[in-house]
């Protein structure tokens, strides 16, 4: 069925490393795709988005491409802060309704 | 400012005594929604709701219920809570638009514990 599957953390990393987090979908057609953010006690946030075959979602330093070869949309930043620390979730949209799917999220923690 | 209210923050209570979680918004969105975040499972859709009036299930609706009478409140009715039903549950919304582009707002989070 339809999915989402993201890399599986946590993740470690010390200020100012690159960061990749792999997300892949499976769906039929070419549904939106996103990026949430969730810091600690907080809900989620969107990061970033996409919604067609190219697109490029940036903000905050973060960035991810929609790749309809490989079902991907991995997230990435040259440099990560301290402030990055938190619970990314990958997800992706419904055709025909505003329902979103969403990976089981990847902490990071960023260290000094 | 534009936002999605939940309450209470945090519950702890006992099996089979109801309980309603709230949730409200104030930028007139369509489109609302419950979630259960689990360790492992991410987030998982409870119910949701295209408009007043209007609801389905999500992918994970038993011992849940939900109402939509007005556009702006949606809460989420628990009516004989169980101790599966521990979890942390956002409510969230968005405008209505085809084909799923629209981003959800979501609420701070309500931390149940069903003793």
């Not at chain 2, 295209?50 to 949606?74: A, H, L, Q, W």
Request: contains cysteine; hydrophobic residues 30%.
């Amino acid at each position: 069925g339809d999915s989402v599957t993201q890399m599986e953390g946590p993740v470690t990393l010390s200020e100012e490393a690159f960061l990749t987090i792999n997300c892949t979908y499976t769906a039929t057609g070419y549904p939106s795709l996103f990026w949430y953010v969730q810091y600690p006690g907080e809900g989620l946030q969107l990061l970033l988005k996409a919604t067609k075959a190219d697109d490029k979602g940036s903000n905050k330093g973060f960035e991810a491409t929609y790749r309809k070869e490989t079902t991907s949309f991995h997230l990435e930043k040259g440099s990560v802060q301290v402030s990055d620390s938190a619970v990314y979730f990958c997800a992706r949209g419904a055709s025909g309704a505003n329902n979103l799917f969403f990976g089981t999220g990847t902490r990071l923690t960023v260290i000094p | 400012e534009a936002q999605v209210t939940q309450n209470p923050r945090y519950l702890i209570t006992v099996t089979g005594k109801k309980l309603t979680v709230t949730c409200s918004q104030n930028m007139n969105h369509e489109y609302m929604s419950w979630y259960r975040q689990d360790p492992g499972l991410g987030l998982r859709q409870i119910y949701y709701s295209m408009n007043v009036e209007v609801t389905d299930k999500g992918d994970v609706p038993e011992g849940y219920k939900v109402s939509r009478k007005e556009k702006r409140n949606f809460p989420l009715i628990l009516e004989s809570p169980s101790p599966n039903q521990t979890s942390l549950y956002f409510c969230a919304s968005s405008t209505q638009t085809g084909g799923g582009r629209a981003p959800q707002h979501f609420g701070d989070g309500t931390r149940l514990s069903i003793l």
